[in-house]
C-alpha cells in the first residue's frame, strides 16, 4: 500500500533522511545542548568554586587560632605581637547596622511597596517606580561618600535639632492617630449616640495633650543629644536603609501583585475600607513574599562593604550602652576590606586568613537566608495557585 | 476501515459507541486539477496529550490538491489534528502520537524523519497573523534564506513571485523595507501566507486563518484560498462552517476527538450522514 | 469603631504608602542634588591665575602671550607684597633678640600662609612636590585661604567638659608696630587683582590625568580604568549570561537538576560584594594566576560573576517575554530549533537583553568592593589597552574612597571628590536612563 502511494506521488521521502545522518544529527544535537548545559552550569560552578576557595582560605584561620577567640572575645589587634582576633565586637556591629537599617527600611518599604500596588493610580506608578529604580542604581561608594562627607558632618555639628526634627514629623501624625482611636474605642460601649460623642471628644483633647506633651519631652531631650562623631552606627543604618528600600519595595510589591483581585474585591464587598481590606486580607495572603523581601533587604544591608566602611567609624567596639547607635561601629565587610590591604602581604598569616573567616560567615549566612527566601517564595506560589 | 488509492475514505469512531461507516467519494471528484491522490494519510492515527487521547484513532487520505476543511466545536481535536502533520506538537513535551501518518507515502512521526526538511514541505498559516517583527522583505525571505538561498536578486523574485501568490504585492510593493508589524491585519496574515508560500511547500495548513480578522480581511483570505487551489493541498481548521462551505472541497467533521465524518463539502452539508455532523452543522450544539 | 475613625484611619494608611514614596524620591534628591551641585563645580568653577598657570606650565594648554600679560598685571601687586615681607624681614633682622624670637616663629606661619594662597614666594626653596608649585586655583579656596592669612585659629579648651571651641585671632593685630601690619589689608583689599579670578570651564577634568594625586588636573585615568573593568566584565558576563537564559528558556527540562541550577544563580546574586573580591584575589590572582597580582583581568573577571545572575535573570525574562508565535511560524518555515533562536527569537529579545545588560554595565561600573583586592590602585596614569592583562588601574569607585577617606589632602580637594562622584553616578545614571527609555520603547512597540 505504501509502496503504491510512493509511487503514484513520485516525490516519496523527500523529508526522510538516511539512517547515518540522523546518527549525525543526534550527537551533535546531543553536544549542542551539552555544551549549553555547560554553559548553564557555570554559575553552579562558580557558587561551588566560591563557597570552596573561601573556605579553604578560611579553615587555617581556625586551624591556629581555634573557634573560641573569634567568637567571644572583642580584642581586635590584628596587627599585635602576637595578633589579638576576637570578631565579637565586629560581628556585633555588623548586626546592629543591620539591625537598625531594618528598622527604617522595612516599615516604609512595605508602606511603599502598598502604595506601588494598591492606591497610587497607574499613570503616577509610571514615575514613581524609576524613583526607586534610580536609587537601587547609584553606586555604594557614592552613597557612602554622601554618608562621610555631607551627612555624617551634618550629625556632628546639628545632630540633636535634626533627632527632634524627625522625631517631631515621624511621631505627632501617629501620637495623634493612636489618641482618635483610642478615644473611639473607649467610648464604644457608650449607647446613647450624643453623649457618646461629646464623651469621645473629650477624651480625645485629653489624650491629645498627653501626647503633645510626651513628644515636647522626648523632643527636648533628643535636642539636647550631643554627637560626638558624625560617623556612627546612626548614619550607616540611615543610608543602608535607603539602600535596601529599593529591594525590600520591589520584591513586596511583586508579591503583593500576585494576590489577585479576587480576594480584594470579596473584601471590598463586605464593606471594608481600603486600609482595611489591605491590613486584614492582602498583607496576610502575601505575608510569606513579604517576609522574603525582607530577608533580601536584610542581606543588602548586611553585605554592604563601601558604606559602611566609609562612614561607620571603624572603630571595633562593643557601643555603650549596648543600644547606643551614636557610637562608632565595626562591620565584618568593613573590616575584610580594610585590612586586606595589610594582610595580603602576609598570606600565610592568620592575619590573612582571619579576614577569609569572615567572609566564609557572610557567605554562609547569605546562602542560607537565600535558600530560606527562595523557599517562602516557591511556597507563597503554591499556596496562591491553590495546591 | 482502509482508504484506498480510488479515493474511497474511511472515518472510524471508537467502536464502542458507533459503528463504523464508509463514505464514498463521488468518482467525478477525483479528476479535478490533476486528479485526486491521497497526499496524507492516517491509519489508526491518534495523538495523546499525557495521558489524554486528544486525537482517536483517525483513518483518512487528504487528497493532492484539494482545499480540505476541518470543522468541529472547541476542543474537538481539530488543532491538534492539523498541528500534527507538521509536527508542530512536538513544542509541547507531552505530546505522543499512535498510529502512523504518512505523507507521501512515509510516516510523518517516522524514525528516519527529519521535522524541519518535513516542515519545508507543509507550511502552515496560524491563527493570529505572526510576522516576525523585521521588513516585510526579509519576513518573506526569511524561509529562502534558511534553506540556504543568499543571492539577493534571487531573493528579491521569490518575494515578488510569494506576494503576487498571496495577493499582497500591490499593496506592499513600496514599501518592502517597511517592518511588516505596520501592515494591516488582514495584511498580515496575507503575509504569513506569502511567507510559507515562499519555502515552495507542498501543502498548506491553515489553522483558523481568519478568526481574527474583519469580514473584508476574511473575504481576501478566502478569496487567495480560492486563487491557491488546485497549486496546493490546502487543509484549513474553521469555526466558520459558511467558510469551509464557501472554500473547500471537502470538509471532516470531528468531536471530541473523533472523526465523524468526512465527505465532499457539498454532501456533508446538505446531506449529512451522521446525526452528530447534522446536529453541529444546523447549529443544535457548538 | 465608628465610621468616622475608620475613614481616618484609611486616610492616613493612604497617606503613611504616599509618605514613604515622598521620603523615597526625597531621599533621592537630598543625596543627588549635592553631588551634581559640587560635582559640576569641579568643572564649571571660578578659577584663579594660578590654575591657569598650572594648566600652561603642566599640560601645555593656554595662550602663552595672554598669560604672559595677566601675569604681569598681577605681578605688579604681588610685587608689593614681596617688597613689604622683604622691608619686614630687614626689621626684623634689626630686632633685638628677644623680640626678634617672637616674631620670627609668628612671620613664619604668615609666610606660609600667603605661600598657600598666592604660590611660592622669593626666598623660598624649590618646592618638592607639584602642590608646592602653585598657589590657590579656584576662587573659593583663595577666599578661605585669605581668611587664614588675616586670621590664626586657635582651640579654646578653657571648658573641660565641653567640646573644645575654635576661635580666630586677627595676624595684623599681632604685628602691631611692625612695618609688616599693612600687608593684611593690602592682601585683603587687592585679592583679586593678585590671583585675577575668572569664570572658568575646566573640560580637563575629564579627559586630564592627574598632577600630584589629584592635587590638580583631571580623573581620565579613572575614567578610563572603569570603563575598561565594566566592559572587560561585560566580555565576559554578556555571553555567558545570555546563552545560559537561552538554555533555560529554550532547553532545560524541568527537574531537581534544573532547579538547583536556578536556586545556584539566586544563591550567586545574594553573595555580598566584599566575597567576590575575596574570591577573585584567591582565586584568579592566587591560584590561577591570571595576572602577577591585581590587574584590570582579574578585576573584570570577578566583575563578572557578580553581574551574571542578573544578567541571566533579565536575558531569561527577554526570551520568555517573546511572542511564542513567534517560534511556531519560524518552526513551520522548516527553521531548525537554533536557527529558530538565532534568527528570530534572540533578535525580538534583543532589546531586553540590552537593558538588563546595560544596568549591569552600570552595576559593574559602580560597584567598589569586588575591585579592591583584584584590579584598583590608587595613584597611577592611564593604562594602555595592552596593559590590561597585567597591570591594575584606578577607577572611579575605588578612587572615591580612597581621595575622601585615605588621602593625606582630604579636605582639600573635596571638589575633585565630588566632581569624580558626579562622574561615576552620571555615568551609572545615563546607563539606567536609556535602559528605562529603551524598555519604554519596547512595550510601546509592543502594544503596536
Known sequence: MNEEVRKESGRSGAFIISARKRKFQKIAKTAGESMLLLIASFVAIVVLFIFYFVAVDAIPYFQLRGFSEFFTSSNWYPAGEPGEFGALAIIYGSGMVTLGSTLLSVPMGIAAAICLSDILPFSVRQYAKPIIEMLAAIPSVAFGFFALVIFAPLLQTHGGPILMWVWWVLAAPFLLLAAIVIADLITAKIQDQNSRERMSKVLLAVFSVGALGFLYWVGSVLQGIEILTGTNALNVSIILSFMSLPTIVSVSEDALQAVGRDLREGSYALGATRAETIVKTILPAASSGIIAAVILGVMRALGETMVVWMASGNSSHIPDPWFNYLEAVRTLTATIAGDMGEADQVTGSARYHVLFAMGLLLLVISFFSNLVSERIVVRQRKILSGQ | ?286 | MNVGTRKILNRSFTAVGIGSIVVMGIALLIVIVPIIYNGVGAVFFTGTIEHRNMLYNEFGEGDEAELAKQNAAAGVYRKEVYAMLAGFEAELEAMESERQQEFRSKYGSVRNALTALMGPLPGDTGAMLTRFKYGQTRWEKAEEKLHEFLYEAKWDYSDPDAMAKEYYVSRAAEFEGTSLVKIFPYVEKHLEEIMRPEFTIYLGFLTDSSVDSHIFGGIWPEIQGTFFLAIGAMLFAFPLGVIAAVYFTEYAREGLFTSMLRSANSTLAGVPSIVFGLFGLAFFINTLGVSESKSVLAGSLTLAIMILPTIIRAAEEAILSVPRTYKEASLSLGSTKWNTIMTVILPAALPGIITGGVISLGRAAGETAPIIFTAAVSVGSAIGLADVFSSPTPALSWNIYNLASEHEAAAEIRHVQYGMVLALVGIVLLLNLSAILLRARISKKLKG
Open chain 2, 1 to 286: 476501515m482502509q482508504m484506498t488509492a480510488d479515493g474511497r475514505i474511511t472515518s472510524q469512531k471508537d467502536t464502542a459507541k458507533t459503528a463504523s461507516r464508509d463514505i464514498y467519494l463521488p468518482s467525478e471528484r477525483k479528476t479535478i486539477a490533476g486528479g485526486g491522490t491521497p497526499h496524507v494519510v492516517a491509519k489508526d492515527f491518534s495523538i495523546y496529550y499525557g495521558e489524554f487521547e486528544a486525537v482517536k484513532k483517525v483513518n483518512a487520505d487528504v487528497l493532492s490538491k484539494y482545499v480540505t476543511a476541518i470543522i468541529g466545536p472547541s476542543g474537538c481535536g481539530k488543532s491538534t489534528y492539523l498541528r500534527a502533520i507538521n509536527r508542530m506538537n512536538d513544542l509541547i513535551p507531552s505530546c505522543h502520537t499512535t498510529g502512523a501518518l504518512l505523507f507521501d507515502g512515509e510516516d510523518i512521526y517516522g524514525k528516519f524523519t527529519d521535522e524541519v526538511l518535513l516542515r519545508k514541505k507543509i507550511g502552515m498559516v496560524f491563527q493570529k497573523p505572526n510576522p516576525f517583527p523585521k521588513s516585510i522583505f526579509d519576513n518573506i525571505a526569511y524561509g529562502p534564506r534558511l534553506h540556504g538561498m543568499n543571492d539577493r536578486k534571487q531573493l528579491a523574485e521569490i518575494v515578488e513571485r510569494s506576494l503576487r501568490k498571496a495577493a499582497l504585492w500591490d499593496e506592499v510593493s513600496d514599501r518592502l523595507d517597511k517592518n511588516a508589524l505596520g501592515l494591516s491585519g488582514g495584511q498580515q496574515q496575507r503575509l504569513c501566507v506569502a511567507r510559507t508560500l515562499a519555502v515552495e511547500p507542498e501543502i498548506l495548513l491553515l489553522d483558523e486563518p481568519t478568526s481574527a480578522l474583519d469580514p473584508k480581511a476574511t473575504a481576501k483570505i478566502e478569496d487567495l484560498i480560492q486563487e491557491l487551489r488546485g497549486s496546493y493541498t490546502i487543509m484549513i481548521v474553521t469555526h466558520n462552517m459558511q467558510q469551509a462551505s464557501r472554500v473547500s472541497d471537502y470538509t471532516m467533521f470531528f468531536y471530541e476527538g473523533v472523526l465523524v465524518e468526512y465527505a465532499p463539502t457539498a454532501q456533508l452539508f446538505t446531506n449529512p450522514k451522521d446525526r452528530m455532523t447534522e446536529d453541529y452543522i444546523t447549529g443544535r450544539f457548538s
